[in-house]
Each structure stands twice: as structure tokens, then as C-alpha cells.
């Protein structure tokens, strides 16, 4: 079983749709959730960080089960800039020392006019 | 504006030579990783150091060096020894206490 999995997609979505990603890991230890977000051909950016109780910012809100050990990721009212990779990284084993992360493949996003 | 410069952004390199890939950050960050990502994977961990002059292993490191002479610099050296270094690399670096990663432009490297 990968660490982080997460469906590749591509979700492909008409302008204005609600989308929602999920994205599991495998080590109930881990502390640090995120989702990043990639550009093709560019580096990973930071979209937001994922909190216990959930979080919003904007459109986007994020989500953790700790119990089912599943992140989500919530996209309304979807724009054509926001098609991109979308990554759901997770701290690694030991990583409060080493700051070591783990990455899921990635879900990719195409929004369409 | 601070940040991580990475270069070249693309590289060619024939069968059997070692490349050396740049890292440079003026983050004043004490932590830096180097990650291969490659179509359809996820980004996997192929050094790292938290300090100047110690770095450790990650999860791909064979075919692999690295060095951490300064602080603001940690460079890759891709050798022989990979034997499918055609990639997209990415350099990251961390603030002491943070968990985020922030993430230079990367450097794709194909092997001919």
C-alpha cells in the first residue's frame, strides 16, 4: 500500500462546478497535512494546510478524518485557473526532527470553459 | 525577493557522465531536499540536510551525492551509477520550526 494514494483522475469539470478530491495515508502517526497544488512542467505550491477541525479559505476548503486516516480537498464554484495537479502531502515517520514529507501522486484537475 | 534558484532548468546529458545540478536559497533556511518526480508519481525523497555539512539518505539516494558546504547551498550530483536519471528534479527548502516546504522552479534532466 502507497503512504499517500490518491486517484489521479483527471476530473474533468464544467466552469462554476463543485469538486471534491480524497487522498489516504497510511501512517496513523502523522501530524502535518497539506494540499499543494502543481502547474504543468512547474514546481509544487502551497495551497493550504489541512487542520483537525477543517479549514476554509475562499472556495477551497479542506478537510481531515483522522479515524478513516482520509484528507479532502473541496473546490466550489471551479474556475479555468484552477486546473493544475493537485498534491495531498503528509509529514513522514520521525519527521518532527527531519521535516521529511510524503507526497501522493496527485490528482489533476482540468476545468473547462 | 527571497527565494530557491535552481539551475540549469534543463539539462542533456549522454550516457555515463555525471551532472551536477544547482541549488541555491537566500531563505536563510537551515533545511534543504533534493526530490525526483517523474510522470504519473509522486515526488520521492533523494537527500536531505538539516545542517550545514551533514545531510542523510532519503528514499532513492543510490547513483546519487550531494554536499552541504554552506548554508545557502546544497547541489546534486546525478552519476553513472543512476540508472534512469531522466527526471524532473526539484530543491526544497524548510524553515527551522515549520513544516512547509517551499519549492525552487526544478531542473529537468534527460539522459540521451
Known amino acids: 500500500r502507497k503512504e499517500v494514494e490518491q486517484d489521479p483522475g483527471p476530473f474533468n469539470v464544467p466552469e462554476g462546478a463543485t469538486v471534491a478530491f480524497n487522498c489516504t495515508y497510511s501512517n496513523s502517526a502523522s501530524q502535518s497535512f497539506f494540499w499543494y497544488r502543481q502547474d504543468c512542467r512547474k514546481e509544487p505550491k502551497l495551497l493550504m494546510s489541512v487542520y483537525s477541525s477543517g479549514n476554509e479559505d475562499g472556495r477551497f476548503t479542506a478537510q481531515l478524518n483522522r479515524a478513516s486516516q482520509y484528507i479532502s480537498l473541496l473546490i466550489r464554484d471551479s474556475k479555468l485557473s484552477d486546473s493544475a495537479t493537485y498534491l495531498c502531502?503528509?509529514?513522514?515517520?520521525?519527521?518532527?526532527?527531519?521535516?521529511?514529507?510524503?507526497f501522493g501522486q496527485g490528482t489533476t484537475l482540468q476545468v473547462k470553459p | 525577493d527571497g527565494g530557491i534558484t535552481q539551475s540549469p532548468k534543463y539539462l542533456f546529458r549522454k550516457e555515463g557522465q555525471n551532472v551536477t545540478l544547482s541549488c541555491e536559497q537566500n531563505?536563510?533556511?537551515?533545511?534543504m531536499y533534493w526530490y525526483r518526480q517523474d510522470p504519473g508519481q509522486g515526488l520521492r525523497l533523494i537527500y536531505y540536510s538539516q545542517i550545514v555539512n551533514d545531510f542523510q539518505k532519503g528514499d532513492i539516494a543510490e547513483g546519487y551525492s550531494v554536499s552541504r558546504e554552506k548554508k545557502e547551498s546544497f547541489p546534486l550530483t546525478v552519476t553513472s551509477a543512476q540508472k534512469n536519471p531522466t527526471a524532473f528534479y526539484l530543491c526544497a527548502s524548510r524553515a527551522s520550526g515549520a513544516n512547509v516546504l517551499t519549492f525552487g522552479a526544478g531542473s529537468r534532466l534527460t539522459v540521451l
Open positions: 502531502v503528509v509529514n513522514g515517520p520521525g519527521s518532527s526532527n527531519t521535516g521529511k514529507l510524503i
Open positions: 531563505l536563510n533556511h537551515d533545511a
